[in-house]
């Protein structure tokens, strides 16, 4: 009988044991989520001075982030709430509970991770390769040895343009006289350069009021994504919201939704 009541006290504390793992193994509450969906809003901050991302429509926000935040918000059945701020006080205001999450353009910043927990990237503004439509003499980087390239004058893309010559090109004819990335980009539809680098912001901007002028080369050159910002701790906000921006991804719609054509 003792063995009978011995073997039940081993399955018994095997059992709680086991709960226990189970239960360390569990993440805690995502007490942001938990808060929002209790107040039924979600409270976006932005700073609305930077078209076509974010600006002021009749006072109201508007742009791209504002349609992807839109979506993210009826994604967790919520309604949006719109904070417009200035640039230097966005992460003051969330982590100041003032906003649940900020969607303003905002790259992702490695040393902020302590504090932030970013989405995965919904945009690609990193340095693109730029070639009129039909050039097949220029696919990738390697062929611009002897190639004229056009950057505006102290941007990234000068930067990258450089760094491009120092390292492995030194044949790159680099043109960074120019004032804008437009004017980069009005010389090599002009046929007065061979190819332009310029941030792919810019290029798509370009693209919309001068259909079929340029042709934008992938994969970027270089890697600078926006991000949504949320509190450090809401892993099941973020969660949401990477689901959410993903599957607007697969369908197409984020690609229309930022700009880069329908879906």
């Known amino acids: 009988m003792s063995r009978f009541f011995t073997g039940l006290t081993i399955v018994a504390a095997l059992a709680v044991i086991t709960l226990l793992t189970w239960a360390g193994r569990q993440h805690p509450p995502d007490r ?12 976006i901050g932005l700073d609305p001075t930077y078209p076509p991302f974010d600006t002021l429509s009749n006072g109201q926000p508007s742009g791209y982030d504002v349609a992807l935040s839109q979506a993210i918000a009826t994604d967790l059945g919520l309604l949006p709430e719109y904070h417009t701020l200035a640039l230097d006080t966005l992460y003051d205001a969330l982590a100041s509970d003032q906003v649940d999450v900020l969607v303003s353009a ?52 000068d930067t990258e343009a450089r760094r491009l010559q120092r390292n492995s090109l030194p044949t790159l004819r680099l043109d960074s006289t120019y004032h804008s990335a437009e004017d980069a980009l009005n010389a090599l539809a002009g046929d007065r350069v061979d190819a332009a680098i310029t941030d792919n912001l ?34 099941a906000l973020a969660a949401r919201i990477n689901s959410t921006i993903e599957g607007l991804r697969s369908d197409g719609e984020l690609a229309r939704m930022m700009g880069l054509g329908a879906p």
């Open 32 to 43: 942001y989520l938990q808060a929002i969906e209790a107040r039924g809003v979600l409270r």
């Open 106 to 157: 905002l790259p992702f910043v490695y040393e902020r991770q302590k504090e932030v927990r970013y989405s995965v990237p919904y945009y690609q503004s990193g340095q693109v390769l730029v070639v009129r439509p039909g050039d097949t003499s220029i696919r990738t980087t390697s062929d611009l040895a002897g190639k004229v390239v056009a950057a505006e004058l102290g941007s990234n893309s």
């Open 202 to 235: 810019s290029a798509q901007t370009y693209l919309n009021g001068h259909t079929g002028t340029v042709s934008v080369l992938q994969p970027p050159l270089t890697d600078e994504p926006y991000v949504v910002a949320m509190p450090a701790g809401a892993d």
